[in-house]
């Protein structure tokens, strides 16, 4: 795969997207993954197809597997470890986040990190200053050997590449039979509802199809678009609570669909924090479930926003004011 030329790298080179005498090729697993998926979603236009339970999991989804696996698995404890939970607890937010089809753990993490260090710079592998579409979904789709390999993996993935764990899932196989199994789980739980309450065959692949592709196909498009807009909204729109000398910014938008991501700017202020929003209006959903998974005593060790300290300005304002 790397270094061949397929037929969407001479269609890129003659669009002028790619330059032949570069390296860098077109992911095709990754891209024909992408386009399928989306195709695959797209069945959720065939009427035969809808069902109220069937939305109803594509809306769950988003919570479950975007908010639960993605936000608080991979991004906020795997990465930035805002929070500290049992190992259980932990290996099963991975498997959650790796339902989302958005790279294995190390990978994941190993990029977001190298984005926190090389943020909207030369070194950071999806910043918008190379346009929206390279920082929403091109830089994945096309391959670049800095980003998949061992010493990059050991660099910024180190704790999780001593892990014996996630290099277990850094294996193919056992990468399909996740997804194989979250397709089963959904058509054929789908399938017996609806055998059980239509008693018929035709009620029972209809619904179990339903769930299918509302429940996996359109909300992992879905999933996907939320994450990929925290790298290219919320580093383009929005407002600048802090001064983190880099291009992220607070995007009310993107911090309601992604569930508290997009309290971007807030989040490169103070990586580490497991809550993103800092204001009343800013709300977390994110957080307020490590929260609840603290009060219960499955989360500790949270971190929090540092409380914020005054500048000599506004200590003078207040004292003239009082």
């Given at each position: 795969?790397?270094?061949?030329?397929?037929?969407?790298?001479?269609?890129?080179?003659?669009?002028?997207?790619?330059?032949?005498?570069?390296?860098?090729?077109?992911?095709?697993?990754?891209?024909?993954?992408?386009?399928?998926?989306?195709?695959?979603?797209?069945?959720?236009?065939?009427?035969?197809?809808?069902?109220?339970?069937?939305?109803?999991?594509?809306?769950?989804?988003?919570?479950?597997?975007?908010?639960?696996?993605?936000?608080?698995?991979?991004?906020?404890?795997?990465?930035?470890?805002?929070?500290?939970?049992?190992?259980?607890?932990?290996?099963?937010?991975?498997?959650?986040?790796?339902?989302?089809?958005?790279?294995?753990?190390?990978?994941?993490?190993?990029?977001?990190?190298?984005?926190?260090?090389?943020?909207?710079?030369?070194?950071?592998?999806?910043?918008?200053?190379?346009?929206?579409?390279?920082?929403?979904?091109?830089?994945?789709?096309?391959?670049?050997?800095?980003l998949y390999n061992i010493a990059t993996y050991d660099r910024y993935a180190r704790d999780l590449f001593q892990d014996r764990f996630y290099k277990w899932l850094?294996?193919?196989?056992?990468?399909?039979?996740?997804?194989?199994?979250?397709?089963?789980?959904?058509?054929?739980?789908?399938?017996?509802?609806?055998?059980?309450?239509?008693?018929?065959?035709?009620?029972?692949?209809?619904?179990?199809?339903?769930?299918?592709?509302?429940?996996?196909?359109?909300?992992?498009?879905?999933?996907?678009?939320?994450?990929?807009?925290?790298?290219?909204?919320?580093?383009?729109?929005?407002?600048?609570?802090?001064?983190?000398?880099?291009?992220?910014?607070?995007?009310?938008?993107?911090?309601?669909?992604?569930?508290?991501?997009?309290?971007?700017?807030?989040?490169?202020?103070?990586?580490?924090?497991?809550?993103?929003g800092q204001r009343w209006w800013e709300l977390d959903v994110s957080y307020l479930t490590i929260w609840a998974l603290e009060r219960t005593g499955l989360v500790w060790d949270v971190v929090r926003p540092k409380p914020k300290q005054?500048?000599?300005?506004?200590?003078?304002?207040?004292?003239?004011?009082?």
């Amino acid at each position: 795969m790397l270094g061949s030329t397929s037929i969407v790298d001479r269609c890129l080179w003659r669009m002028g997207i790619l330059d032949a005498a570069s390296p860098l090729r077109v992911n095709v697993p990754v891209f024909t993954g992408i386009v399928g998926f989306h195709l695959l979603a797209l069945l959720a236009c065939i009427p035969w197809l809808f069902s109220w339970s069937g939305l109803a999991w594509a809306v769950a989804g988003l919570y479950l597997f975007g908010t639960i696996g993605i936000n608080i698995g991979y991004h906020r404890l795997l990465t930035h470890r805002g929070f500290a939970c049992p190992r259980w607890l932990e290996h099963a937010l991975t498997v959650v986040g790796a339902c989302c089809w958005q790279g294995t753990p190390m990978n994941w993490v190993s990029v977001h990190r190298m984005h926190h260090q090389h943020s909207d710079d030369s070194g950071d592998p999806h910043t918008p200053r190379a346009g929206f579409f390279w920082s929403h979904m091109g830089w994945f789709l096309i391959y670049d050997p800095a980003l998949y390999n061992i010493a990059t993996y050991d660099r910024y993935a180190r704790d999780l590449f001593q892990d014996r764990f996630y290099k277990w899932l850094e294996r193919p196989r056992i990468w399909r039979n996740i997804h194989r199994a979250q397709w089963a789980a959904f058509f054929v739980a789908g399938a017996v509802v609806g055998g059980l309450t239509e008693w018929s065959l035709e009620g029972a692949l209809q619904l179990g199809l339903s769930w299918l592709v509302w429940g996996v196909f359109v909300r992992t498009v879905a999933v996907w678009h939320i994450t990929w807009s925290v790298n290219s909204v919320t580093h383009l729109w929005g407002y600048q609570t802090h001064d983190t000398r880099d291009d992220s910014r607070n995007n009310w938008l993107v911090g309601l669909v992604s569930n508290g991501e997009g309290w971007h700017n807030n989040h490169h202020a103070e990586p580490r924090s497991a809550a993103h929003g800092q204001r009343w209006w800013e709300l977390d959903v994110s957080y307020l479930t490590i929260w609840a998974l603290e009060r219960t005593g499955l989360v500790w060790d949270v971190v929090r926003p540092k409380p914020k300290q005054r500048t000599p300005v506004e200590k003078a304002d207040e004292h003239a004011a009082a």
